[in-house]
């Protein structure tokens, strides 16, 4: 029994702070906050990248050669029906594109005449401003 003398008891049960909840909070918080950065950012490109097509399809009107009116006729059409977006716009392309059926159903099309030239830039003027 004198060798038991020497031993100590075993100290009572200690506290442990635990941070855990705190640390898988900060961390939930920190995904949430990247998770709308990145939301945030893809939304810039995607509207960016609207912008751009947009710009492409004027570009494309601007630089169709009329002394191919069928084809003009058909590209013409394509791109304006892509950049029409207002009820003004939609309402030039509407009379834009009576204009231009004289030319799309035809084995050889006239070549194009004045209204219909004056039809395409009152309608690149609306909508490119």
Known sequence: MNELKGLRDIKGIVQIPDMSFYIFLALVII???????????????????????????????KSVNTKDSKKAAYL?????????????????????????ERYKYVKNAPPFDEESKKYLRLFLEVCCG
Request: hydrophobic content about 45%; cysteine-free.
């Open 31 to 61: 995904g949430v906050l990247i998770a709308l950065s990145l939301v945030v950012y893809l939304l810039g490109v995607i509207k960016k990248r609207k912008k751009s097509k947009r710009k492409l399809y004027i570009q494309k009107l």
């Open 76 to 100: 013409i059409t394509k791109y304006a029906r892509k950049l029409a977006k207002t009820k003004e716009e939609k309402g030039i392309l509407e009379q834009l594109l009576r204009e231009l």
